[in-house]
């Protein structure tokens, strides 16, 4: 059975998968055994994104903890990396995200961070999941109450972070209608920079749509239009980010993790000399490592597996293809905000423009397609499917390779091909696809990105079973 927890929390269309009783009963089980594994009254700070439902998950969710005797502190709409920073300055149990990241606005999802800013591991997860039905016997209710100061204190945090200043860089932040739309445009100001904000303005169902770092293209037009120097794309929840150089250019994770690393490597400041990526890191980037001779580690797709490689390393940074960077000298988790100004302030340190830091990497054509499934688990016994793949990396040989991996959040295939020229790569990604499309699917395909480097693959549970992921 498929645990609840997926890579990033609970996630589901609100009403149907994600329902208000299930909300309550994730509060409940999460302060029992939260409880258990403390002092028997955990405090959680709660924040949400702008998503219209949020409000109401969070009352539910609440309802839950106080029902098991912990307490909530309301922080409001806030990024999924604040909630981190200010459950560890709460001195609190958790932090709980509600939050469906880059998804649209009918989803939304519960996430946990642990008391120091952290995932919570799998094994607790699965014991929240286990004690769903449990009531417990509290020996208190809980109480509930608003956070003092937040935002401030995350915004300090940010500025904190700035290794320069950016006086007189003219940028455009696209917020995606999301956690952003406030704090992303003041912390580049309080920086110096000339900010242009663009998608800042939440409705409750403009998240995410059509905008922030699943369309880059977006803040890039912009950048193009008004002559600026650089472009920031955040998703909903604001853990990722995309950028855009001044000639409209996008920039994805793995370029700003290339750019972050060789920055650091060259100052002697990388410690063990690496670096953590994922399975999806282009080519490109792998290259550029070893040329510098900086050690790669590639984690199974998702910021919570590059956080464990880089807590078992000891590597100070890590990050995906999709925007999410972790700088763990500043951060337990990827956040969106702290990238953009890390790598701004790369880019004014070092007297160069972000397409030149961006140049540090040649990044090999990437096509991604999604295919729905009736059933994502389905994908490891399906034959037919991996005598594809084996097809594919045959006519490859070594000039490219594929992945094939079921997604942990939604009922979809990923084929992933990477090759020396797009049309190898859209080929074999089609030929590919369309035996997933025959042996596992019913419904209709899922739109293809044409590259997976411009749109930001989701972050969920890599799996490549011709190379053992």
């Not at 981190?84 to 880059?102: C, K, N, Q, Y």
């Not at 998240?207 to 037009?221: F, Q, R, T, Y």
């Not at 490592?289 to 490689?309: F, P, S």
């Not at 999604?370 to 000039?399: C, F, M, P, Q, T």
Request: aromatic fraction near 4%.
């Amino acid at each position: 059975m498929a645990r609840m927890f997926g890579t990033d929390g609970v996630r589901g269309v609100v009403g149907e998968d994600l329902t208000l009783n299930l909300a309550t009963r994730i509060g409940r089980a999460a302060a029992l055994v939260l409880g258990a594994h403390g002092d028997g009254h955990p405090v959680m700070v709660v924040g949400r994104d702008t998503r219209a439902s949020g409000s109401m998950v969070e009352a539910a969710l609440a309802e839950g903890v106080v029902s098991a005797g912990g307490d909530v502190i309301l922080a409001g709409v806030q990024t999924t990396p604040a909630i981190a920073f200010l459950a560890t300055d709460e001195h609190a149990a958790a932090g709980v995200v509600i939050s469906a990241s880059h998804n649209p606005p009918e989803y939304n999802g519960i996430k946990f961070f642990d008391g120091a800013g952290y995932k919570l591991d799998d094994a607790l997860e699965d014991e929240i999941e286990r004690r769903l039905d449990d009531h417990g016997t509290p020996s208190r209710i809980g109480e509930v109450r608003e956070i003092a100061g937040g935002a401030e204190r995350y915004l300090s945090h940010l500025v904190d972070a700035a290794e320069a200043r950016l006086d007189g860089m003219k940028v455009v932040v696209d917020c995606a209608n999301g956690a952003a739309s406030a704090v992303a445009p003041e912390a580049l100001r309080r920086l110096g920079a000339e900010v242009t904000s663009i998608c800042d303005q939440p409705d409750g169902m403009n998240i995410n749509d059509g905008c922030g770092a699943l369309h880059p293209d977006v803040v890039a037009a912009e950048v193009l239009r008004i002559g600026a120097d650089v472009g920031v794309a955040h998703d909903g929840d604001a853990d990722r980010a995309f950028f855009a150089d001044a000639q409209g250019n996008i920039i994805d994770g793995d370029q700003v993790l290339a750019a972050a690393a060789l920055y650091l490597h060259g100052q002697g400041r990388l410690r063990a000399d690496t670096v953590v990526s994922t399975v999806m890191a282009n080519v490109g980037f792998r290259k550029a490592m070893e040329a510098a001779g900086i050690t790669n580690v590639a984690a199974k797709v998702g910021d919570r597996y590059v956080l464990e490689e880089m807590r078992r390393t000891g590597a100070i940074i890590g990050g995906e293809q999709s925007g999410h960077v972790i700088f763990g000298e500043r951060a337990t988790t990827g956040d969106g905000i702290l990238t953009a100004i890390e790598f701004l302030s790369m880019a004014a340190t070092t007297g160069s423009t972000v397409g030149e830091l961006a140049a540090c990497m040649r990044r090999y054509p990437q096509v991604l397609v999604n295919i729905k499934v009736r059933d994502r688990g389905s994908l490891d016994g399906a034959d037919e499917v991996w005598d594809a793949v084996r097809e594919v990396e045959h006519d490859l040989g070594d000039r490219g390779r594929v992945l094939v991996r079921a997604s942990g959040t939604e009922p979809l295939v990923r084929v992933m091909v990477e090759a020396e020229s797009e049309v190898l790569a859209a080929d074999g990604a089609e030929a590919i696809a369309s035996r997933v499309r025959a042996t596992l699917s019913d419904v209709d395909e899922v739109p293809a990105s044409s590259r997976a480097s411009r749109v930001g693959a989701p972050s969920t549970l890599g799996f490549d079973r011709s190379k053992g992921y």
